[in-house]
């Protein structure tokens, strides 16, 4: 049972940065390669971004050149760094197991706008 707390959403402009963290209860996060996903209104949940727990990231098409993710396993934390955002980033963020894993709950998520 790894708890997942998402902060550092909001409202941002076109061409504007966010940076999200994710942080995870427990031990075993160091583990498990991680990742970004994002859902937004009438679409399917994407995978934006993952890392392996060693540290090597991939990234959605979508988001790649745009977006940066990586990891702190001393700190239990994964970051997802946004820059160039677009209104089409407009979504609830939230971090995961990559795969999902069932010992991992989904967190509340961050509300990610884009707007003018």
């Known amino acids: 049972q790894v708890q997942l707390v998402e902060s550092g959403g909001g409202l941002v402009q076109p061409g504007g940065s966010l940076r999200l963290s994710c942080v995870a209860s427990g031990s075993i996060f160091r583990l498990y390669a991680m990742g970004w996903y994002r859902q937004a209104p009438g679409k399917q949940r994407e995978l934006v971004a993952a890392?392996?727990?060693?540290?090597?990231?991939n990234y959605a098409d979508s988001v790649k050149g745009r977006f940066t993710i990586s990891r702190d396993n001393a700190k239990n934390t994964v970051y997802l760094q946004m820059n160039s955002l677009k209104p089409e980033d407009t979504a609830v963020y939230y971090c995961?197991?990559?795969?999902?894993?069932?010992?991992?709950?989904w967190g509340q998520g961050a509300q990610v706008t884009v707007s003018a």
């Open positions: 890392i392996t727990s060693g540290g090597k990231p």
């Open positions: 995961n197991a990559d795969p999902i894993a069932k010992v991992f709950y």
